[in-house]
């Protein structure tokens, strides 16, 4: 059984609370002190969900092959205590001195009540907000402007869609959902104003038969473009192919599920801030509290267009990209405002890709079907 396979939920049950004081340092040990650098990977789901978890999985398959690297990880872990055991388990049992929790829910109070009885420990979390006024320094976060590829998912959406109604399946109402779904339709308005996009929230990140009934739904009233923001795309991506849709992937790419169906897609590349991470501890300097970056800083990319996408929509597409790629395109700008009628970023203002307050996102965007 490999490393990636083992179960430590169940070992954590014999070791009990005395496991804590066996934790390994890590954040202030000299280099000499760490030969090796253990990782801890943890994965909410499957690590071959074609989503969320392959891309973290595959982005550490890279970091194993540095030198000087041992990594351990547990996949289908739960947002809830589970999630400490596993964390507890890794640093006590296997010295693990930098982890890895990828899934949203596992920041607080999970990270944070593990770092308080492990303070030589690296926790890097992905996707929640670092508070250095009341957050430990061996706590971190990372994460990447996704939604400029949604942006650039919306504007061949928006040449491909023949009813002016497109769809996106949504897994829970936060910040960063609410960010791609916004940023999708507003790539898409882009093309064609009159552009509608109809919004299901399923309630959590992996719920199989509700991605594909909400699929089915949206088809059924003329949706003819899908994209989502699920840890596993594949039941929206091969759904909407069977109906005889086009799709955007999401996560990683899903273009082999359904190539006659597949446009193009919103990709990470967690291995930009995973190493940074990585050499951070392994030369024993501060470990990087908030990291972000979009597709300039190499954070994220784009799959390649599908055969069926026409040159028209290539061109707008890439010639924004090109702008992303320089600093001279921001999504986010005024007047724009919610599907209520609110006047969200008034008139001449723009909100930089980089400004934190993306990041506590509440509204949907005019144009959007549905709500919060």
Request: net charge positive; hydrophobic share 40%; with cysteine.
């Amino acid at each position: 059984m490999s490393l990636d396979q083992w179960n430590r939920r169940s070992w954590m049950k014999n070791v009990g609370a005395a496991g804590a004081g066996l934790a390994l340092g890590g954040v202030g040990l000299p280099a000499w002190a760490q030969k090796t650098l253990t990782i801890g990977m943890i994965y909410v789901g499957p690590k071959d969900d074609f989503g969320y978890n392959q891309s973290h999985f595959e982005a550490a398959q890279e970091i194993r092959k540095m030198p000087g690297v041992k990594m351990v990880g547990e996949e289908n872990v739960p947002e809830t205590q589970a999630v400490q055991k596993t964390m507890q388990g890794m640093i006590s049992q296997d010295g693990a001195t930098l982890l890895f929790p990828t899934s949203f829910g596992y920041f607080n109070p999970h990270i944070l009540e593990v770092a308080k009885k492990n303070p030589g420990v690296r926790f890097s979390h992905c996707g929640g907000l670092w508070d250095e006024t009341k957050h430990p320094k061996s706590v971190g976060s990372f994460f990447g402007y996704i939604d400029e590829c949604q942006y650039l998912n919306g504007v061949i959406a928006g040449h491909m869609t023949k009813s002016k109604k497109i769809g996106f399946i949504a897994a829970k109402p936060i910040p960063q959902v609410l960010r791609n779904i916004n940023a999708f339709t507003l790539g898409a308005k882009s093309v064609k104003p009159d552009i509608t996009c109809s919004v299901i929230f399923t309630g959590d990140w992996s719920m199989p038969v509700k991605e594909a009934e909400a699929t089915n739904s949206l088809a059924d009233q003329g949706v003819d473009v899908f994209t989502m923001h699920v840890d596993g795309p594949k039941v929206v991506v091969e759904t909407a192919a069977r109906r005889g849709r086009f799709v955007c992937g999401y996560h990683a790419s899903q273009a082999k599920l359904a190539p006659n169906a597949y446009l193009t897609g919103a990709e990470w590349n967690w291995v930009t801030p995973y190493k940074q991470i990585v050499e951070a501890a392994m030369t024993g300097k501060p470990h990087p509290n908030f990291l972000r970056g979009g597709l300039k800083e190499g954070y994220v990319k784009t799959s390649p267009y599908g055969a069926m996408v026409p040159e028209g929509a290539r061109k707008q597409a890439d010639d924004i990209k090109a702008a992303m790629l320089k600093d001279q395109f921001e999504i986010f700008k005024g007047e724009l405002k919610d599907n209520t009628g609110k006047v969200v970023i008034a008139r001449g203002t723009t909100v930089k890709q980089t400004d934190v307050v993306l990041e506590q996102m509440n509204y949907l965007v005019e144009g959007v079907i549905g709500k919060i």
